[in-house]
């Protein structure tokens, strides 16, 4: 296990190194000026021009640039040099958002909890219900529950979430007013106000994402049927319900896992269209703008945070698997 954690860990960092070395270059490669940006184009002089470039460091050349963002991290710097106005970033430091001279991490921890209340709430209401269905089309199989089960899927995994969502909000929301209006409220200052706000973009990733999982659980659960272990233990006179709970859903369920773990870390950073739909500013939302202002921080930032979150999700899922299925075992070579 610790040798596992190790290796993951190691090809985790290799990882982000590469992503930020990425998005760097794909930064200086583009035809935005930040310093421009951030200036405006209808009253930024060129002295106010050049003080914005030097105050950000941005007439140092791109390695260097690299190399002081990179130190950040770790023990933080002085934006700004020598300037008076300069600021002092603590590690970690991601830098200063080009327009409002906003911490990063500040930016981060304030959207942050916005887009994970979206992506966690979610995840739980579109894993359950999608299993749910794929288990009992699987034990139906041929029945009328089936088909329509596996037509609906297939029908709302043709959609797209700005479809289902303005559907919500139209019908739902601001014709029979039977659900709240989307907005972020902290759970710590209202759990209620947090459910009833969160509720239709969970409803909405539910719909959509949940048809994925019921496809895949029932093809699951009728392979998982059809072993022997499942024959000897009908033979055996076992009850139904163990059968299918204890022991075919456990084998059953280890593909879900994985699932479920990438797509949780992977939409932690891709949510930009479910917050945009919702007027939520979450992570994806601000790094949308971000990329529009070519705002290199905030966007570094973003990346690197969701990035983190995808590797970590990554090791949870194996470590996971050795707990779902005894078979699989961590850092061998027949492991997973």
Same mark, same amino acid.
């Given at each position: 296990?610790?040798?596992?954690?190790?290796?993951?860990?190691?090809?985790?960092?290799s990882?982000?190194?590469?992503?930020s070395?990425?998005?760097?270059?794909?930064?200086?490669?583009?035809?935005?000026?930040?310093?421009?940006?951030m200036?405006?184009?209808?009253?930024?002089?060129?002295?106010?021009?050049?003080?914005?470039?030097?105050?950000?460091?941005l007439?140092?050349?791109?390695?260097?640039?690299?190399?002081?963002?990179?130190?950040?991290?770790?023990?933080?710097?002085?934006?700004?040099?020598?300037?008076?106005?300069?600021?002092?970033?603590?590690?970690p430091?991601?830098?200063?958002?080009?327009?409002?001279?906003?911490?990063?991490?500040?930016v981060i921890?304030?959207?942050m909890?916005?887009t994970f209340?979206?992506?966690? *709430? +979610?995840?739980?209401?579109? /894993?359950? &219900?999608?299993?749910?269905?794929?288990? =009992?089309?699987?034990?139906? %199989?041929?029945?009328?529950?089936?088909r329509?089960a596996?037509?609906?899927?297939?029908?709302f995994?043709?959609?797209?979430?700005?479809?289902?969502g303005?559907?919500?909000?139209l019908?739902?929301?601001?014709?029979?007013?039977?659900?709240?209006?989307p907005?972020?409220?902290?759970?710590?200052e209202?759990?209620?106000?947090?459910?009833g706000?969160?509720?239709?973009?969970?409803?909405a990733?539910?719909?959509?994402?949940?048809?994925?999982?019921?496809r895949?659980?029932?093809?699951?659960?009728?392979?998982?049927l059809?072993?022997?272990?499942?024959?000897?233990?009908?033979?055996?006179?076992?009850?139904?319900?163990?059968?299918y709970?204890?022991?075919?859903?456990r084998?059953a369920?280890?593909?879900?896992?994985?699932i479920?773990?990438?797509?949780? *870390? +992977?939409?932690?950073?891709g /949510?930009? &269209?479910?917050?945009?739909?919702?007027? =939520?500013?979450?992570?994806? %939302?601000?790094?949308?703008?971000?990329?529009?202002?070519?705002?290199?921080?905030?966007?570094?930032?973003?990346?690197?945070?969701s990035?983190?979150?995808l590797?970590l999700?990554?090791?949870?899922?194996?470590?996971?698997?050795?707990?779902?299925?005894?078979?699989?075992?961590?850092?061998?070579?027949?492991?997973?």
């Amino acid at each position: 296990m610790f040798r596992f954690l190790i290796k993951r860990v190691l090809l985790g960092v290799s990882t982000l190194f590469a992503i930020s070395v990425t998005v760097f270059a794909l930064f200086f490669m583009g035809p935005a000026d930040p310093a421009a940006s951030m200036c405006g184009t209808k009253q930024c002089t060129p002295v106010q021009h050049e003080r914005i470039t030097t105050f950000l460091e941005l007439d140092r050349p791109p390695h260097e640039q690299y190399a002081s963002y990179m130190r950040g991290i770790f023990v933080g710097r002085t934006i700004g040099g020598d300037s008076p106005d300069a600021i002092e970033c603590p590690a970690p430091c991601l830098g200063i958002n080009f327009r409002t001279y906003e911490q990063v991490s500040t930016v981060i921890g304030r959207t942050m909890p916005i887009t994970f209340s979206i992506v966690l *709430g +979610g995840a739980v209401l579109y /894993v359950l &219900i999608g299993t749910g269905l794929g288990m =009992l089309s699987a034990i139906k %199989r041929g029945s009328i529950f089936d088909r329509i089960a596996s037509g609906t899927a297939l029908t709302f995994a043709s959609t797209q979430i700005f479809f289902i969502g303005s559907v919500l909000l139209l019908v739902f929301v601001y014709q029979t007013d039977l659900l709240p209006l989307p907005k972020y409220v902290p759970f710590t200052e209202s759990p209620l106000g947090w459910l009833g706000g969160m509720i239709v973009p969970w409803i909405a990733l539910g719909l959509i994402n949940s048809a994925q999982y019921a496809r895949l659980s029932r093809a699951q659960m009728i392979e998982t049927l059809s072993e022997d272990f499942v024959r000897t233990a009908r033979a055996k006179g076992l009850a139904i319900a163990p059968i299918y709970f204890r022991h075919a859903l456990r084998a059953a369920v280890t593909p879900i896992v994985t699932i479920a773990g990438l797509d949780i *870390g +992977g939409q932690l950073g891709g /949510v930009a &269209i479910t917050e945009t739909t919702f007027s =939520l500013n979450g992570m994806g %939302r601000t790094a949308v703008r971000a990329i529009d202002e070519a705002n290199l921080p905030v966007v570094m930032g973003i990346v690197l945070f969701s990035a983190m979150f995808l590797v970590l999700s990554t090791i949870i899922v194996d470590i996971l698997y050795s707990v779902i299925d005894p078979r699989v075992k961590l850092g061998t070579s027949g492991g997973h």
